[in-house]
């Protein structure tokens, strides 16, 4: 499976941004689909996950409420709509397949991921 994230970019405190994922391969409907993210010097941490139907999503405490993960089985893409932005959401965000009953990747490949980056 190939993973293109795109929609990063920099963007003040308060503001939105919307992520997109495209997954190359016939199996992107095989797969709960999550987004992860690093930011610098820190360990990459769960952000959000849904299922493959799109009907259970899970997300971090952090992003409760301000993030919502959609996806389109059509088109093969999975979304992270971003708002209400904070500086501690500054990283670089992958998606990838997840194994949803622990929020954790199935592989160990993340494809290239975005940046994003919120200014105070």
């Known amino acids: 499976v190939q993973l293109q994230a795109s929609g990063g970019g920099l963007v003040q405190a308060g503001g939105s941004l919307r992520l997109s994922c495209e997954v190359s391969g016939r199996t992107f409907i095989s797969y709960a689909m999550g987004w992860f993210r690093q930011a610098p010097g820190k360990e990459r941490e769960f952000v959000v996950a849904?299922?493959?139907?799109?009907?259970?999503?899970y997300y971090a405490d952090s992003v409760k409420g301000r993030f919502t993960i959609s996806r389109d089985n059509a088109k093969n893409t999975v979304y992270l709509q971003m708002n209400s932005l904070k500086p501690e959401d500054t990283a670089v965000y992958y998606c990838a397949p997840v194994v949803l009953s622990t929020r954790s990747p199935m592989y160990d490949y993340w494809g290239q991921g975005t940046l994003v980056t919120v200014s105070s």
């Open positions: 849904v299922s493959r139907s799109g009907g259970t999503t």
